[in-house]
Every structure is written in C-alpha cells, then in structure tokens.
C-alpha cells in the first residue's frame, strides 16, 4: 500500500512540475551576451559598445517581445558555462545549432544560415580560382567528399589559421588533419593578424566574416577561395542558444524570428552588415 501511495504521489509531483514548466511566465528582463570579437557579426566599437548583426537583431527581437534586454560580452570559450550557471540568460554569437551542443543547451530556430570557406593569397593555387558559388552540404557525403578532395592537393603542407572550439575547427580537423597544420586562434582577430603578417597561408571561417576582414586594405592579397560548406559539422544554422529550462523564453524568441523573418527585417539588417541575405529557409 505504502509503495503505491509513493508511485501516486510521484506521479502527481511529476505532472505538478510539468504543468509548472509549461506555465513559465514569461521574462520582463532578460540578458544576452555576446563574444564581441567575430565582426560583422558581433564586435565592440572604440568606445566599447557591442554592435553588429546580431547586436541589432537582439535589439530588434527584444523590442518585438517587450522584454528590457541587456547585452553583454562574455569569451568565447566562456559563453555555454556561463549560461548554464545564470550568468546571462541568451547566447547570440555567430553560434551554430549543432547536435553536440544540444546535449548541454537548447537554441531557438536558426536565424541564419551561412557558408564557410577558406581564405588564402590570391597569388597560391586555392587563391588564382577564387571564390566558388557551389555550396556542398556535408550530409550530401558523395558530393562533399568530392569537394574536399579536390582542395587537398591546393592545401597540402599550408597552415591554416581557426578559432579554437569551434565548429570551424571540428571541420578541419575532420576533413583536412591529413592535409593542413591547424593553428588554433583564442579569436578570430587574431588569426586575422597572423594571416596579414604571412604567419600563416590561410583561415577558415564563415564567408561573412571572411569578405568583411578581406575587405580591409591590409589584406587586399588575399581572397575568399573554394565551394562553401554547409550542414553536418555546422548543424542547422545559427541560432540564439538558452538554457533547456527556460521553454517560455523560446517560445517567445521563436515567435519574435518567425516575424522578423517574414517581414525582411532579417534580410535588411544582415545586408546591411554582411551585404548578403542569410535569412534561413522556411
């Protein structure tokens, strides 16, 4: 009797928790924190101040949700554990949705979705074919293989600069360990440096990215090179990511895209900081 006393009242408490889950009422304040290092996506102005793509469509999500947000920078290296513990409440950082992250976090739907590539000197073999409008999603195992192996023997022996934890990084360390020395970078800044100093041959990162630090008269020798690449390693996008108990405050964020996607305001802000459309499909 006792034993089916405890089965009922663990199963009430079970269903009480759950109905208290799904009853979250939802945040008046959040805080979001960003790396402020990965420009045209987040970076820190002169004086300090966090902008870029995802500063505005933070601002512009917090606006549609009427929650007072508050923005943040946090390391890279730094943002899942800080999230976990309550340091801040979102993630917007150029991160990707990936199946290993979602072990730990939960992200909202993606809110872009953009290649990556290698960047490398215009006058090396990679570099004199420029950049490709082929994009290869890795799940397309055939035609990504083909790919990759086709920029191997452009690659062989080169030192490739990439940010550390990454799932740049989990690329090349999955399809060119063989191929490249991997130097692995605290931030993107600083294999930027190293690449307009000749200390390495080339990065590997986000087109974005890429063309916005090309862009800068101190590498006008270098050039965006080869296909880009999608999917498998780099998930299903980049996404905000938040802690898995906070189901209101996704529900809420996900409303937020669902509309700023479908009246351009993804589109306008991202071609405006990255000249390009990475609005995800619907």
Partial sequence: MNII??????????????????????????????????????????????????????????????VKCTIVMQNWDGLIPSLQVGKFDVIMAGMFITPKRLETIDFTQPYAVDPASFAVAKDSELGKLGLSADKFRLEDEAASKAAIDGLKPMLKGKVIGVQAATTMQDFLKTYFADTVEIREYKTTEQHDLDLAAGRIDGIFAQQ???????????????????????????????????????????????????????????????????????????
Wanted: glycine share 10%; aromatic share 6%; hydrophobic share 40%.
């Fill in 5 to 66: 006393r405890m089965s009922a009242f663990a199963l009430i408490s079970t269903v009480t928790l759950g109905s208290a889950a799904l009853a979250q009422d939802p945040p008046k304040e959040i805080t979001i924190a960003t790396e402020g290092a990965y420009a045209p996506w987040n970076f820190t102005t002169p004086d300090g101040k966090p902008a870029g793509l995802e500063i505005d469509l933070a601002n512009d999500l917090c606006a549609r949700m009427q």
């Fill in 208 to 282: 974005t990215a890429l063309a916005t630090t090309l862009n800068r008269p101190e590498f006008s020798d270098f050039t965006l090179a080869g296909p880009g690449f999608v999917g498998g390693i780099f998930g299903m996008g980049t996404g905000a990511g938040l802690r898995k108990t906070d189901t209101k405050l996704k529900e809420m964020m996900n409303a937020a895209l669902d509309a700023a996607i479908a009246d351009g305001t993804i589109k306008r802000i991202s071609e405006q900081w990255v000249g390009t459309d990475v609005t995800p499909v619907k």
